[in-house]
């Protein structure tokens, strides 16, 4: 019986950045490492594109919150995006985007974690992508449980599921690993959203490993190095 070989539809993807990588050690091209590994996370966005929910995660300071803010200073330069954070102030999160040089008018950030008032705003404003940080923090009025409850986390990943798909609008979802390694919460959280991608590597150390477990749109074959 003859095996059949399975070919990823990503192949094109990794070739790509490889050769980007071997130009860029070899001194032929002067880009930065953000745009040298550009065919991994512009997959990465295409696929956010399609109005999917992708749970990010990773363990508290590992860096999740500054990819997802990399990620929208390169989006608001064409694209409405809003940054929803219920850990941090606006000062703090000024503090941290300063680091990463100037952003686009297209950029609005909102400190909230009431999930009725967000879902207003969205309804209302209409962006084009929005990051969630984190889901831990969010909570509904309807639920009597604290915000990071099961409760809780079932609610608020519901509430964005249907604005993801009614909208039409990507959402980004941070959410912490507990210390067995899976994203606080309940373990239906991860079958709820679209994909799954871990942010893992030691704190310390210079660079990260963002890896996918989960994806209904892609391949989760491959591995983004930051």
Known sequence: MEKKSR????????????????????????????????????????????????????????????????????????????????????????????????????????????????RGILEKERPELVVIDSIQTMYSEEVSSAPGSVSQVRESTNVFMQLAKGLCIP????????????????????HMVDTVLYFEGDRHASYRILRAVKNRFGSTNEIGVF
């Open 7 to 118: 070919r990823s539809g990503t192949d094109p993807v990794v070739a790509l950045t490889l050769i980007f990588v071997v130009l860029k050690v070899m001194g032929l091209i002067s880009w930065s490492w953000l745009w040298v590994l550009s065919p991994i996370w512009l997959t990465f966005l295409f696929f956010a594109a399609i109005f999917s929910v992708i749970l990010v995660g990773g363990d508290p300071g590992i860096g999740k919150s500054t990819l997802l803010l990399q990620v929208c200073r390169i989006l608001a330069d064409k694209k409405k995006v809003l940054y929803i954070s219920g850990e941090e102030s606006q000062t703090q999160i000024k503090l941290r985007a300063n680091r990463m040089g100037n952003f686009a008018d297209g950029l609005f950030l909102l400190c909230e974690t009431n999930l009725e008032i967000i």
């Open 171 to 190: 959402i980004f979802i941070v959410g912490h690993v507990t210390k067995e390694g899976t994203v606080a919460g309940p373990r239906v959280l991860e």
